[in-house]
Nanobody, 117 residues
Framework: QVQLVESGGGLVQAGGSLRLSCAAS????????MGWFRQAPGKQRELVAS???????NLADSVKGRFTISRDNAKNTVYLQMNALKPEDTAVYYC???????????WGQGTQVTVSS
């Protein structure tokens, strides 16, 4: 079993920055790809950014140039640096982790990010 613990959400003014962290607790399984999704009220959950164990990243067009995803494999932790935040970035952000052998995928509990105009 893998547990994901997120931190770093909050309230920020437009143009501000936040950094989200997500730590995967496991001593048994090897973590493969990790990522961040978000879900705004009344909308479907969407991919924000993902990163492979080897460091290959993928970002949604809406956040390119503003958000950066990174990870520390030794700590099984993924980070999302969010700069130049916009009100439309307001959502619950969820961390996701997939086992390296692709046998399971896990989700965090979600952290609220609110950007005021």
């Amino acid at each position: 079993q893998v547990q994901l613990v997120e931190s770093g959400g909050g309230l920020v003014q437009a143009g501000g920055s936040l950094r989200l962290s997500c730590a995967a607790s496991t001593r048994t399984f090897r973590i493969g790809a990790m990522g961040w999704f978000r879900q705004a009220p009344g909308k479907q959950r969407e991919l924000v950014a993902s990163i492979t164990r080897g460091g290959i990243t993928n970002l949604a067009d809406s956040v390119k140039g503003r958000f950066t995803i990174s990870r520390d494999n030794a700590k099984n932790t993924v980070y999302l640096q969010m700069n130049a935040l916009k009100p439309e970035d307001t959502a619950v952000y969820y961390c996701s982790a997939t086992l390296l052998d692709l046998t399971a995928n896990y989700w965090g509990q979600g952290t609220q990010v609110t950007v005021s105009s």
